[in-house]
């Protein structure tokens, strides 16, 4: 299975480390984020890998060729002239990916304990062209799901502000852990183009498709902000 790991926004919220550097090369112990997420994904057998790169990517280029790839098979989905967000990125990636194989995407800046293979399987059962892993966490934007975990909506927790499917019966409400299993269908079904948000692409098709939710318990942390670093350091030795 190939992973499609972003690793091209600008991080402004990792500010002054992003004014040098790429986010995903923020370190956590001494450990650069996607060194750490390519070890993790191969750990469950993933050695074929697209990364996207924009904000001082060829750092991330120097620093892939300085660990000879992982002894991994590594390819660039180069946006330097254009950042084009999640949507945009897996668009723009879709020669990588567009094979007839379900594929990973992950954030860079995401570290977890999730089990891949749980969420493969869970996948691989539904049969859906998308798979979000959510967990019952903090965070200022959940997604809702029915008792079926299928995705319903969507809810900023600050403002009240939701997008909803249908009525709102008491559905959960989940934080989306970064993590999706995508079938490459899914690139038939997105209508927007040039710069979008995939998760805006999800919330236009939950009114017609299924696209369920895979929950888990595992450790997370989104390292984002200068303080993440420090809640990711005492979890990810």
């Given at each position: 299975?190939?992973?499609?790991?972003?690793?091209?926004?600008?991080?402004?919220?990792?500010?002054?480390?992003?004014?040098?550097?790429?986010?995903?090369?923020?370190?956590?112990?001494?450990?650069?984020?996607?060194?750490?997420?390519?070890?993790?994904?191969?750990?469950?057998?993933?050695?074929?890998?697209?990364?996207?790169?924009?904000?001082?990517?060829?750092?991330?280029?120097?620093?892939?060729?300085?660990?000879?790839?992982?002894?991994?098979?590594?390819?660039?989905?180069?946006?330097?002239?254009?950042?084009?967000?999640?949507?945009?990125?897996?668009?723009?990636?879709?020669?990588?990916?567009?094979?007839?194989?379900?594929?990973?995407?992950?954030?860079?800046?995401?570290?977890?304990?999730?089990?891949?293979?749980?969420?493969?399987?869970?996948?691989?059962?539904?049969?859906?062209?998308?798979?979000?892993?959510?967990?019952?966490?903090?965070?200022?934007?959940?997604?809702?799901?029915?008792?079926?975990?299928?995705?319903?909506?969507?809810?900023?927790?600050?403002?009240?502000?939701?997008?909803?499917?249908?009525?709102?019966?008491?559905?959960?409400?989940?934080?989306?852990?970064?993590?999706?299993?995508?079938?490459?269908?899914?690139?038939?079904?997105?209508?927007?183009?040039?710069?979008?948000?995939?998760?805006?692409?999800?919330?236009?098709?939950?009114?017609?498709?299924?696209?369920?939710?895979?929950?888990?318990?595992?450790?997370?942390?989104?390292?984002?902000?200068?303080?993440?670093?420090?809640?990711?350091?005492?979890?990810?030795k």
């Amino acid at each position: 299975m190939k992973a499609l790991i972003f690793a091209a926004g600008k991080g402004t919220r990792l500010k002054p480390f992003t004014d040098h550097h790429p986010k995903a090369l923020a370190l956590v112990n001494g450990i650069p984020l996607l060194e750490r997420n390519i070890l993790y994904l191969k750990s469950f057998g993933i050695t074929d890998f697209v990364i996207n790169i924009h904000h001082f990517g060829e750092q991330i280029l120097e620093f892939l060729k300085k660990n000879n790839n992982f002894n991994c098979r590594i390819e660039i989905s180069d946006e330097r002239e254009e950042l084009l967000e999640t949507g945009g990125g897996l668009i723009f990636a879709r020669r990588f990916l567009d094979h007839g194989e379900d594929f990973l995407i992950m954030n860079a800046d995401i570290l977890t304990a999730l089990n891949i293979n749980d969420l493969v399987k869970y996948h691989k059962k539904i049969k859906d062209f998308a798979t979000l892993a959510v967990s019952d966490r903090e965070s200022s934007r959940k997604l809702l799901f029915n008792d079926e975990m299928v995705l319903k909506g969507w809810l900023n927790v600050q403002t009240g502000e939701q997008r909803l499917a249908e009525f709102n019966k008491g559905f959960k409400a989940l934080a989306f852990s970064g993590v999706h299993c995508i079938n490459p269908v899914i690139f038939e079904k997105i209508k927007r183009k040039g710069k979008f948000s995939v998760m805006e692409e999800y919330l236009d098709l939950m009114q017609t498709e299924h696209i369920h939710g895979f929950l888990h318990n595992s450790i997370l942390v989104d390292v984002g902000r200068p303080e993440s670093v420090l809640i990711a350091e005492k979890h990810f030795k």
